[in-house]
């Protein structure tokens, strides 16, 4: 599966510091393991599921188990540094998640590519939307799913 995304500013060492300070306040361990496994994360393309990451850590780190991968990851999205997001296929994948920044998918059916993209006018048009029913918006999330322009040819 080939995964496109944005490129984004280097906040690895503001991400690594919020999740430390959130493993010391859940009361929780700081191990080699974590460290690792975060450095593969916040290395990696914006959707991986735990599988993908399991995989990638296992060539260099056999003593990292999948289910400690899997733990992880859980925690990164409950510190708020990685966000689960799932697109229909069963399977749960992670991407960054950066203050302030909003993006939504493009997934195609058939090689499974994910593009994100940035619309002003789409969040507008939310906006107006959600205002002419009396509505707040506190969160969405927009995702398209259809054929890539590789896969069309």
């Known amino acids: 599966m080939k ?3 944005k490129k984004g500013g280097g906040v690895k060492h503001t991400k690594t ?3 430390r300070q959130f493993i010391a306040q859940k009361g929780l361990k700081s191990t080699r393991q974590r460290d690792i496994i975060l450095d593969c994360f916040l290395s990696s393309s914006r959707h991986i599921s735990i599988e993908e990451l399991y995989l ?3 060539t260099k780190n056999p003593n990292i188990g999948y289910a400690t991968v899997y733990r992880t990851l859980k925690l990164f999205a ?3 540094i990685a966000r689960e997001i799932q697109f229909g296929d069963g399977q749960t994948r992670y991407e960054h998640a950066n203050e302030g920044e909003h993006h939504d998918h493009l997934v195609c059916t058939r090689c499974g590519t994910i593009i994100e993209f940035e619309n002003e006018t789409i ?3 939310q906006q107006d939307v959600a205002a002419a029913h009396g509505f707040q918006i506190e969160n969405h999330k927009l995702e398209l799913y259809g054929v ?3 896969c069309k040819a």
């Open 3 to 5: 995964i496109t995304f």
């Open 17 to 19: 510091n919020k999740f």
């Open 56 to 58: 990638k850590l296992r």
């Open 78 to 80: 409950e510190s708020g």
């Open 123 to 125: 969040e507008q048009l």
């Open 148 to 150: 890539c322009a590789k």
